[in-house]
């Protein structure tokens, strides 16, 4: 996939892997084409079951500050092509949460409108200390169209939503920290290693694991309490009774010493 992409770079180095927004002039906008390449890009990760995290950062001094302007005009003019572009969207976002891997948003300048809405879509935030994160899509005339009015109740609470969008305002990292918005906060100059670092805490763990883990979680969302627990039930005993994983972990606890996860036989107690 490296070099594949115009409006997107993307590096895929064992269990790691990375999209950059790659428009920097613009503040790296979220035009039709970009979304596709993302789409296309998180797709083809899903079938690499050795990435266990994919970090999505902007290039130049914006995470990305939404949608293209001229394109938005052709396309509020075009119904059926306004109407695939959010198909577009939906599809990217359905390819992070049914992923295997970790999605982290490396939110590393302005985030704002569609920005905010590809970091809602997100597993897990982290910001540096100089990022500015908003909606501001009510700032312009315009509504959240991928998922921003609803993704960020679950995240902040419906009153802390509210403001966010009927105010336009653009919160500085901490204070979206404060509101669970954003999981860390990494001085600047310390953000590269403070991405790798997450990254490695995650890569300590179970493969198998961390992707059942993100699959309950999501679908507790998606279903609501009793049928996800039922779902979390059900998902809990495959796991555990045929995966090698589950059983590695205990075998290291009791005899004191480091998890070797991922491997194919499941070992004998």
């Known amino acids: 996939m490296e070099g594949e992409f115009k409006n997107i770079s993307v590096e895929v180095s064992g269990k790691r892997a990375r999209f950059t ?44 500050a939404g949608g293209d302007l001229e394109k938005y005009l052709e396309l509020f003019e075009n119904p059926d092509d306004f109407s695939g572009f959010m198909e577009e969207f939906y599809r990217l976002f359905c390819a992070v949460e049914e992923s295997q891997a970790v999605y982290i948003a490396a939110i590393n300048g302005v985030c704002a409108a569609g920005g905010l809405e590809i970091l809602l879509a997100c597993d897990v935030v982290i910001a540096a200390e100089s990022a500015k994160i908003g909606d501001a899509h009510l700032n312009f005339g315009q509504l959240p169209g991928a998922g921003s009015s609803i993704r960020a109740w679950r995240a902040i609470g419906t009153h802390n939503t509210k403001h966010l969008i009927f105010t336009g305002d653009f919160l500085p990292a901490g204070r979206a920290y404060e509101l669970g918005l954003v999981q860390e906060v990494a001085p600047d100059a310390e953000f590269e290693a403070a991405i790798k670092t997450l990254e490695e805490k ?59 996860f991922g491997k194919k036989k499941r070992p004998k107690p």
């Open 202 to 260: 995650i890569h300590r763990k179970s493969p198998a694991g961390v992707k059942g883990a993100k699959y309950l979680m999501n679908r507790a969302v998606y279903e609501g309490l009793e049928q996800g627990l039922h779902t979390e039930m059900r998902y809990v005993h495959r796991y555990a009774t045929t995966e090698a994983d589950p059983i590695e972990g205990l075998l290291a606890f009791r005899d004191k010493r480091k998890p070797t």
């Open 21 to 64: 927004l790659n428009r920097p002039e613009k503040k790296n906008p979220l035009d039709w084409d970009t979304v596709r390449e993302l789409r296309i890009a998180a797709e083809r990760i899903n079938r690499n079951e050795e990435v266990m995290s994919v970090v999505l950062i902007g290039s130049g001094d914006s995470f990305s």
